[in-house]
């Protein structure tokens, strides 16, 4: 029996709705590719971002810790300056014995 040209076979002609199906996992996997391509540029990126967070990071750690070093070091030249003052006071109040004044000293020492 010959067959009939007329007559669909359905393994040679898929109807329409399979070949949809067919073309749309075609998009699927193509979109996959595209999916993982975009995460590799994203990792990337990332990757990139990271380490530009990382060396901001490290360098605001470094502007912290010098600030950090100033507050001691002005710290100490306060209190070095509160004890000269202290002994220049005391010198002055020495060598006076209290029985002078003398205005412009004092008003000197207080500034």
């Known amino acids: 029996m010959t067959p009939d040209p007329k007559e669909k076979n359905p393994k040679l002609n898929p109807p329409p709705e399979e070949m949809s199906a067919g073309s749309s996992q075609d998009e699927q996997t193509s979109g996959e590719e595209n999916e993982d391509e975009d995460i590799e540029v994203s990792l990337d990126e990332f990757d990139s971002v990271n380490n530009y967070l990382d060396s901001l990071n490290s360098a605001l750690d470094m502007i912290e810790q010098r600030n950090d070093d100033l507050k001691a070091q002005l710290l100490n030249l306060l209190q070095s300056n509160r004890e000269i003052r202290q002994s220049m006071q005391e010198e002055y109040a020495k060598g006076n014995d209290g029985s ?3 205005g412009k000293t004092e008003d ?3 500034h």
């Open 100 to 102: 002078e004044t003398n």
């Open 108 to 110: 000197a020492m207080e």
